[in-house]
């Protein structure tokens, strides 16, 4: 079976792996000074973290419409594919997933979407995950692909220390009192995304001590699979950290570490100097 793979652009996948494993990626949209820019073209995410702490107007975002995905599970099938994967970012915080099961509905149970309950490489690490499956199992098929989509979710762990819980609490991704408690109090709080859910697990009062806890998450768990340094426009916080790790921890993580600007259209709703990881663990 040949199974074409559709995502969006919240994945943050680099465009080396998008080209690499031939996957469809649909942008989201970002909207800033009532402007739509599709996912990565028009502003830069550079460009837009330097921007965000002085906009006077909060910058919004918009699901891609069902046209978008229409067009691409058609593009897919007509050139070959006999099935097509749908991952998306987690159902439970953006649409993005109710509206590409709409455009589904139009081809024949030709389409499987899947909601990864996640975000950025939360979600890439398991398009990823399924595409190297149909590469190396294509007779195995969509359920082999499915069933290694599953067992990464199941070993995901995504975390996040910010430098404000303002755009969070704009966002309504987390309940109202505890944004307010970390305004109150100037911490900087860490959360986490589980089951496409965000907690606050915890906040700190300095970002060497949100490092360190940062760093004491990632390092609970065991030997890595698979790990992305994820960031909001922090790129040297995020290179002091993969520092800090490989001095603490080389032996337990991968070869090939991802380091993201995390997509503007997440960084809105978490705002600006933010650090984060998505990492898989081994078996």
Known sequence: MKLGIVTDSTSDIPQYLIEQYELEVVPSILILHGKEYADGIGISREEFYKKLPSLKAQPTTAAPS????STRYESLLTRGCDHVLSIHAAGALTSILAIARQASNDFLNRVTCVDSTSLSLGLGFQVIAAAEMAAEAAEMGLQAALAEVESTRKRLHVSAALDTMENLRRSGCVPGAVAMLGSLLHLKPLIELTNGEVKAIGAVRTTKQANDRMLN???????????AILHTGAEPRAKEFLNELMLKASRSVPRDILMVNVTPVIGTHVGPNGLGFAAVRKI
């Open 217 to 227: 998450f990632l390092l609970e768990g065991g030997p890595l699979e698979r790990l």
């Open 66 to 69: 069902i046209g978008d995905f």
